[in-house]
């Protein structure tokens, strides 16, 4: 376990959450911001970073789940991004949909701010997001966050405009 809060726990995934990292990756509503599902090489690859991330920074993202029943629900983290040629330490965040709309995102994102700056002393932190991804939006503004620029990302062959939110060490709102 890495993280806690009063309803879930964060830890990190490993190869048995596989089916799990399936139902989230693999849903066209999920993944519309993704420009669509990801096949399951797509998966495995996007969990082989995330342990990779682990042996490499000791964080990246985790797996949400539920106190009461170990349910593995999401995932939220921090990785290293690039936000428009700037490396920057993000908090992400992608739920199965059948756990939307109860506040485990911004629960799970709040924390991991906390864990950011208490942990590793990081003077901020960002979350760059779709323009059109409006929940994911509300979930940085939930966790304190503002919008510090914007710029286009190219991803999966596609031009997507992004904003660059942002939330600074001294500003612990939440
Ligand atoms: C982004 C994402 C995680 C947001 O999920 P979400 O369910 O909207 O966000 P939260 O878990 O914080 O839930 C907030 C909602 O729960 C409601 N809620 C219910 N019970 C609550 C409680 N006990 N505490 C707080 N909020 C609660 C809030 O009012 C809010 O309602 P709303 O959906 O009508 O706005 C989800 O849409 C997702 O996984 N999207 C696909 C992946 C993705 O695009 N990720 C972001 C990439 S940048």
Redesign the pocket.
Known sequence: MILETE?ILLREMNQEDFPCLCA?LQDE??????NGIFSHLETQEWLNKQLANYQRYGFGLWAVCLKDSSKMI?Q?GLTWQDADGKNVLEI??????A???????????RRCKRYAFEELKADKVY????DI?I??I???I?NGMYVCGRFIKKYRGVDMPHFIFCVKQDTLLN
Do not use: D, K
């Open positions: 309803r989230i509503q999920t993944m519309y911001a993704y999401g939220c992400g965040y992608l739920f199965n949909r756990y939307w709309h109860r506040g485990y995102a911004a629960e799970a994102a979350s760059i997001i779709r991804n929940p994911s509300n979930v940085a939930r």
